[in-house]
């Protein structure tokens, strides 16, 4: 197998997940002159990708790039692979690497994970649950402020790449960064992994704030509160402080919570406009990973006795049919304490 140092367009590298991301990232990836695949775990998905070399229902009006190969069975792929990239939503991603354990493991490569969520029912990071299913694979995990059209756009985006190997974490860096594409490195798996689960919880909650018709005074609050419960759980958990204050956390935060393309927040304005937020989850075609990570934050924060205020008001409004007006009321009645 080649070295990742070595980044021709003999490198390998196959992406799991079709939507908005995975796509995203292979066509960056393609663009570099690499060679990539990119597996959607439905035919008719990815023969409509093939037919119209566009993602019309992740990512409408980009263009799939000749060489970009297009597959839906793992059991195609003849050749060795030097990385797979993980864009799996995190409800699904245990599922999928079950079914296809052995033709991943077949392949011989390395993994980065860019999903960004927590297991509802084992309370693992997506890196955990990877290794879990897997085994001992190298793995890293890359993420921060990086909406999918915007990336393939052009627009100067910024990320972090973190692994256990500082080595692999450089390699990586190395494979995903262009002159517009910029990817830091981080010691810091766990803070790295939260920071990009927890942040749409937070940007849920900005965007049920707009919803209701409130200003920039309230969002402010939101995400400056937010990025400290979001800390405390994340530090107490094995994360870092200042990963939090960084692309992974803050970064992600802001970039999620004021953009019109951030899927969380706009499916929180929706909520504080009045939709049903389980009939809102069921009609959307792209995962909202933030209502599902505030169960799995919740079960954590109660877990290790972390108080978490914004995420438990989340959760009442998504799951136990509360008021978002009653929500923030309630927010703002807390008793007062030291900042």
């Keep these: 197998m080649i070295s990742f140092t070595q980044l021709g367009g003999s490198l390998r590298i196959l992406v799991l997940g079709d939507g908005g991301w995975g796509t995203s990232l ?19 998905n990815i023969d409509a990708l093939a037919k119209h070399r566009e993602n019309k229902r ?23 692979a030097d990385l797979i990239v993980i864009a799996i939503p995190s409800r699904f991603l245990r599922g999928v690497l079950i079914k296809n354990k052995n033709a991943l493991k077949a392949l011989g490569a390395n993994f980065i994970s860019v999903t960004k969520g927590i297991e509802e029912a084992s309370l693992k990071r997506m890196s955990e649950v990877i290794l879990e299913v897997l085994g001992e694979v190298k793995i890293a995990v890359l993420s921060g402020p990086s909406i999918a059209p915007e990336v393939v756009r052009g627009a100067p985006t910024a990320v972090v790449v973190s692994s256990k190997d500082e080595g692999f974490s450089k390699e990586a860096s190395d494979i995903f960064r262009t002159e517009r594409f910029r990817v830091y490195t981080n010691k810091d798996v766990v803070g790295v992994e939260l920071g990009g689960a927890l942040k749409n919880i937070i940007a849920i909650a900005s965007g049920i704030s707009d919803g209701l018709g409130f200003g920039s005074n309230t969002k402010a609050a939101i995400l400056t509160r937010g990025i400290i419960e979001m800390t405390r ?59 599902w990570t505030s169960r799995a934050a919740l079960m954590l924060g109660k877990k290790y006795k972390i108080e978490m205020p914004i995420t438990q008001e989340v959760y009442s409004v998504l799951f136990e049919n509360k008021s978002p007006l009653l929500a923030v009321n309630e927010l703002m009645m807390r008793e007062p304490r030291a900042e």
């Design 58 to 80: 992740f990512l409408p009006g980009v263009k799939i790039p000749e060489g970009l190969e297009l597959i839906y069975d793992l059991g195609n792929v003849s050749k060795e």
């Design 233 to 291: 759980l994340g530090v107490t958990l094995g994360g870092r402080d200042e990963t939090f204050r960084g692309l992974s956390g803050l970064g992600d935060l802001i970039a999620t919570s004021i953009s019109p393309e951030g899927r969380n927040h706009r499916f929180g304005q929706e909520v504080g406009k009045g939709k049903k937020p389980e009939e809102l989850l069921k009609q959307s075609i792209v995962e909202i990973e933030g209502a």
């Design 26 to 44: 292979a066509i960056l990836l393609r663009n570099k002159g690499l060679e990539v695949c990119l597996w959607g775990a439905f035919k008719d």
